[in-house]
């Protein structure tokens, strides 16, 4: 062929941080203090990641090298995995990261998305973590008292202990929601101080 120009196409580059709509709230008083606590909490269960791949890989070598299976083994990993699952939604209202209907969310000005949070947070979260709060210690106790094992053979005891990391959990998540409540009112009245990246 003649001299004919070639012309690159590069692929388009996605930045995941446009895909995700967070909503940029100020920081208040009450929210920094309460953030520190969830943080806190966050990065001492993080380490629970550590020992979950250490059992894994611990449980897969007994299986396929030795022939030996566990189900304390099995039963420890979802038990940790749920523990993680659990204080990882109070990171999750911390920092916004939940699913949002962002088909509409995007469009909403900054107060109509501090509005939002806040009766969101106010009508739907905190009702939900008090009703989870308010009625699980008797679960819990009853769990302790009847001395709750696992149903399968060789499985772990103290069932207990892993439905009091629910309450654990739900209550670092109502932290959480009222240190986000914080923010969110702050961002309907214009009080606070600047959001991340924003100042």
Not at 52 to 63: D, F, H, P, Y
Not at 130 to 149: A, D, R
Not at 157 to 175: C, G, H, T
Request: hydrophobic share 45%; aromatic share 12%.
């Amino acid at each position: 062929m003649g001299n004919s120009s070639q012309t690159s196409v590069s692929e388009p580059h996605i930045d995941v941080d446009e895909l995700i709509h967070h909503t940029e709230l100020p920081h208040t008083s009450v929210s920094r203090v309460l953030d520190r606590f969830v943080k806190g909490v966050g990065d001492a269960v993080s380490w629970l990641w550590v020992l979950l791949v250490a059992i894994i890989v611990v449980n897969v070598t007994m299986r396929y090298v030795f022939s030996r299976g566990y189900i304390a083994f099995e039963e420890i990993q979802w038990h940790i995995y749920s523990v993680g699952w659990l204080i990882g939604l109070s990171y999750c209202v911390q920092n916004d990261s939940h699913i949002r209907i962002d088909i509409f969310h995007e469009r909403f000005s900054a107060r109509t998305k501090a509005w939002v949070d806040f009766l969101g947070i106010l009508l739907l979260l905190l009702p939900y973590t008090l009703i989870i709060l308010i009625y699980s210690p008797p679960l819990i106790q009853y769990s302790f008292e009847t001395g709750e094992i696992s149903d399968a053979p060789g499985g772990i005891p103290y069932r207990w202990a892993i439905k009091s990391v629910m309450f654990i959990a739900y209550a670092v998540l109502f932290v959480a929601a009222l240190s986000r409540l914080s923010r969110a009112w702050a961002g309907i009245t214009g009080s606070g101080s600047a959001a991340p990246g924003q100042e």
